[in-house]
C-alpha cells in the first residue's frame, strides 16, 4: 500500500548496479562523435572514423569503470563496498554511491580512484610512444591517456562530491567531528570551484580547435558532476541528521489512531487529515489491528462509502518491521526502504504506538536540521 517503485539496474560488476541515464549515454556519444571527428588526423577521419569514435567512447567509458572499481576495493578492504557506480558522476564518488563511515576511510577510498587513473594514464601513454602516433592505435592510446590523466587531476580538485572534495571534507570532519558541518563547509567551497570551471570553460569556448572541444565535455562535465553533487549532498545531510534524533525525540510514538467500525464516509476528514502524517493506526477494542490511509480508500467504490468500514479496508501488520522508540531515524528509514510496504511500526512496553513512512521520517529529519538555524535566527532577533 505505501510502495514506491524502485529503479532498475540492468548491469552490474562485482555484485555493483552500474547506473546511467539514456540521456546522459546519448549526449556523451553524440559529443564523442564530434569531438572524435574534429581532433582525429585526416587519414583517421575518412577511413576509420567510425571504428575510432567506439574505440574511444568503449575506452572511456572502461576508464570511469575502473576509476570507480578502484575505489569499492579499497572500500572492500575496509569492510564496506560501493552501493552503485555512477557514470553519470565522470568519476566523482557521491554520498549515494559511497555513504561515509570515518575520515581515514574516506580518504583512502576517495584516492584510489585518481590513483588509479594517474597509472592508468602512464600505461597508456607508454603505449601510445611505443605504437607509432600516425596509426589506429597510437591515436587510441593517445586520446585515452589524455583522457585518463585529465580524470585524474579533474576528480583531485577539492569540490564535493569530487575525491579532492571528499578528502577535504575528511579533514574537516576531522577537525571538527561533525560530518553535517563539514559537508556544509565543502560544499561553500565547492560552488567557488565551480564558478570557476565555468568561467573557464566559457574562455575556453572562444577558442578553436582541441580548447573548444575540451570545454564542451568540461562544461558537460561540471553539469553532469553538480545533478550528483546536489543529490548525495541532500542525502548526506538526511541520514547524518537521522542518526541524532530517535523516534521518541521526533514524536513518531503517538500516531492517530481511528476505530475500526467507522465508515470510510464518517472517518474520511481524519484520514485526509493525516496524509502529511502517515498512516493512521485502525483499533478495534483498543488493540491496533491494521493501518489505513488514502491509497486504501481510492480503491473503493464511492458508492459503497457509507457502508464499509475503516476495518475492512485496513492493511495487515503481517511483515511490517517494528522498531522501539529508542531506534534512530536513520535506522528506522533503512528498515522502511526495505521493507515490503515502505512502512515501519513503533512498539512501545509490547504495544503498537506509532506507524511512519519514508516521507514522514524526512520531514522529522529535516525539522531536526532546522531547529539550529531557527534557534541562531532567533537569539540574533532578540
Known amino acids: 500500500m505505501f510502495s514506491r517503485r524502485r529503479p532498475i539496474h540492468p548491469i552490474a560488476l562485482r555484485g555493483i548496479p552500474v547506473r546511467a541515464s539514456p540521456g546522459w549515454i546519448t549526449i556523451v556519444v553524440a559529443l564523442t562523435i564530434i569531438s572524435a571527428d574534429l581532433l582525429a588526423p585526416d587519414g583517421l577521419r575518412q577511413l576509420r572514423h567510425v571504428g575510432f569514435t567506439a574505440a574511444i567512447v568503449a575506452g572511456a567509458i572502461m576508464s570511469l569503470i575502473i576509476h570507480e572499481l578502484a575505489h569499492d576495493a579499497v572500500a572492500r578492504r575496509r569492510g564496506m563496498h560501493l552501493r552503485a557506480i555512477i557514470l553519470s558522476s565522470f568519476g566523482a564518488l557521491t554520498d ?25 594514464a602512464i600505461v597508456l601513454g607508454a603505449c601510445s610512444w611505443i605504437v ?6 597510437g591515436e587510441a592510446f593517445r586520446t585515452l591517456a589524455l583522457i585518463n590523466t585529465s580524470l585524474a587531476i579533474l576528480t583531485l580538485l577539492p569540490a564535493y562530491p569530487l575525491d579532492g572534495g571528499r578528502i577535504l571534507r575528511a579533514f574537516l570532519w576531522y577537525v571538527s567531528g561533525d560530518l553535517i558541518l563539514a559537508t556544509r563547509a565543502v560544499g561553500l567551497y565547492g560552488r567557488a570551484i565551480g564558478f570557476g570551471i565555468v568561467l573557464a570553460g566559457l574562455l575556453m569556448l572562444a ?17 553532469s558532476i553538480s545533478q550528483a553533487a546536489r543529490e548525495g549532498f541532500t542525502r548526506t545531510l538526511i541520514r547524518e541528521g537521522g542518526r541524532q534524533v530517535t523516534a521518541d525525540e521526533a514524536g513518531l510514538t503517538a500516531s492517530r489512531r481511528i476505530a475500526a467500525d467507522r465508515t470510510i464516509d464518517a472517518a474520511l476528514d481524519e484520514i485526509l487529515q493525516s496524509t502529511t502524517s502517515g498512516p493512521l493506526l485502525v483499533q478495534r477494542d483498543g488493540d491496533v489491528i491494521g493501518l489505513v490511509s488514502l491509497a486504501e480508500i481510492q480503491r473503493i467504490p464511492r458508492a459503497t462509502w457509507d457502508v464499509v468500514t475503516v476495518g475492512e479496508i485496513a492493511s495487515s501488520l503481517d511483515d511490517i518491521p517494528r522498531v522501539g522508540q529508542d531506534t534512530s531515524l536513520v535506522d528506522i528509514l533503512d528498515l522502511v526502504d526495505a521493507s515490503t510496504g ?4 513503533l512498539v512501545v512496553g509490547g504495544r503498537i504506538v506509532g506507524a511512519v513512512t ?8 529535516r525539522e531536526h536540521l532546522r531547529a539550529p538555524r531557527d ?3 532567533r537569539r540574533n532577533s532578540r
Not at 607509432?132 to 592505435?137: R, V
Not at 577558442?207 to 553539469?223: K, Q
Not at 515502505?342 to 511500526?345: I, K
Open 96 to 120: 549515494d554511491a559511497y555513504r561515509p563511515e570515518n575520515p581515514a576511510n574516506e580518504v583512502r577510498v576517495a584516492a584510489a580512484g585518481p590513483a588509479a587513473s594517474g597509472i592508468l
Open 132 to 137: 607509432p602516433g600516425s596509426t589506429f592505435a
Open 207 to 223: 577558442l578553436n580547435g582541441t580548447w573548444s572541444v575540451a570545454a564542451v565535455w568540461l562544461l558537460f562535465a561540471y553539469w
Open 342 to 345: 515502505h512502512v515501519a511500526l
Open 358 to 365: 519514508r516521507q514522514l521520517i524526512y520531514e522529522r529529519i
Open 375 to 377: 534557534d541562531h535566527m
